[in-house]
Structure formats: C-alpha cells, structure tokens
Antibody, heavy 120, light 111 residues
C-alpha cells in the first residue's frame, strides 16, 4: 500500500519560508508518477500548489509560481516543497499527494496526513 | 471564485439519489478528465471518481460519475448517513501553462 508521510514545521513567522517534506513508502518515487502539493484554507476548498516529476520537471500554480520551489530526492524516496515570503493568507492545511500520470493530472490517489500551517 | 463551479450545498434523505454538478469550460472539463473527491471533517480528501466515471476498487458502486460537454456530475444512489461530507470536482486546465483546478465544493447533508 502506498503511504505518504509529511514532516515540517507548522508554525512559521511572516516573511519566512515554509519547508515541507513528504516521504513515500510502498512505491518507488521514480516509477512514473507526478507528486503534488495541495493546500486548504480553513473552510475553503483545496488549492493546488504545484507538482514535480522524478526528473525534476515541475508545474506550478500561476498565483504562487514566484514563491515555490520543489525538489525530489530519489535516494530517500521523498519530495519537498519550499514556499517563500509566507503571510497570514498562506495559513491552512498542506497536503502532499501522488498524482496521476500525464493523462490525468487532476487525479490524486494517495494523500499525506496533512500539516496544519499557521503564519504568526 | 473557482473556475470549476459547484453548488455550495445539496441534501437528501437516506435511500435517495442525489447529484452534484461541476461546470467548467473547454480548457478543462470538456477536454480533460474529471475527478471527484470526498472529504470528511478533519481528514484529507479521498479520491472517489477518476477519469470521469471510474471508481477506485474500494469505493462502493453507489457512487458514479458522468461528463457531457463542459459539465460533469457526481451521483450518489442509496444515500447513507455516512455520505454526509464535502465533495469536490477537479480537473487539469490548459490555461496558464497548465494547472490543476478544484471546484469550490458542495456540502452534502443527509436529512
């Protein structure tokens, strides 16, 4: 069974950088999927942040593109997100997830447990 | 305001059939696969329907999806109390060099 375990600090000061990591087990991260990050503000729907392929190819949300960096560490079977210049508007729950293939990138079939992020 | 438009709420009584709509455009729903997620309070979204009408093996066949033109629908038959949750549609969109879009969500209440 595929399992995604998130880690990272949940409390961030304004203007600081949020750093999250997602460790994948039960699946080789090099095995042909995209890996994504999604966030959800309190009481709102999910918002896609960005996605990365094993070879480093990325897609970013247009509204967050200038603040996002993502990476894959295949040796540790994990991928990471950095989101710079955090503000109160970035408060919410952040999820990592396994993406569909290029044929269906709106599909996320396995999710991490979520990290509650507060900017204060 | 989401580019994928869903009604904010829906309701039904146990045993009923309810449908939730998702309206988009030619750059997303009409030409891309539609996926549906169920989210219970305090949990991550769960994939319910993918590729317009496919169910993961663990999802009961009471849940079904369809698509026509720029709109898609999720149908739940034999409504049960445990179906009370938030439901979201999602699709790839060809705008802005490509992006994933989620609908604004529909809160389903089982009366």
């Amino acid at each position: 069974q595929v399992h995604l375990q998130q880690s990272g600090r949940g409390l961030v000061k304004p203007s600081e950088t949020l750093s999250l990591t997602c460790v994948v087990s039960g699946y080789d991260i090099r095995d042909g999927c995209y890996w994504g990050w999604i966030r959800q503000s309190p009481g709102k729907g999910p918002e896609w942040i960005g996605s990365i392929y094993e070879d480093g190819r990325t897609y970013h949300s247009p509204s967050l593109k200038s603040r996002i960096s993502m990476s894959v560490d295949a040796s540790k079977n994990q991928f990471s997100l950095n989101l710079t210049s955090m503000t109160a508007a970035d408060t919410g729950t952040y999820y990592c997830a396994r993406h569909g293939t290029l044929g269906n990138l709106g599909k996320f079939d396995f999710w991490g447990q979520g990290t509650v992020v507060s900017v204060s | 305001q989401s580019v994928l438009t869903q009604p904010p709420s829906a309701s039904g009584t146990p045993g009923q059939r309810v449908t939730i709509s998702c309206s988009g455009s030619s750059s997303n729903i009409e030409t891309k696969s539609v996926n549906w997620y169920q989210q219970l309070p305090g949990t991550a979204p769960k994939l319910l329907i993918f590729s317009n009408n496919q169910r993961p093996s663990e999802v009961p066949d009471r849940f079904s999806g369809s698509k026509s033109g720029t709109s898609a629908s999720l149908a739940i038959s034999g409504l049960q109390s445990e179906d009370e949750a938030d439901y979201y549609c999602a699709s790839w969109d060809d705008g802005f060099n490509g992006r994933v879009l989620f609908g604004g969500g529909t809160k389903l209440t089982v009366l």
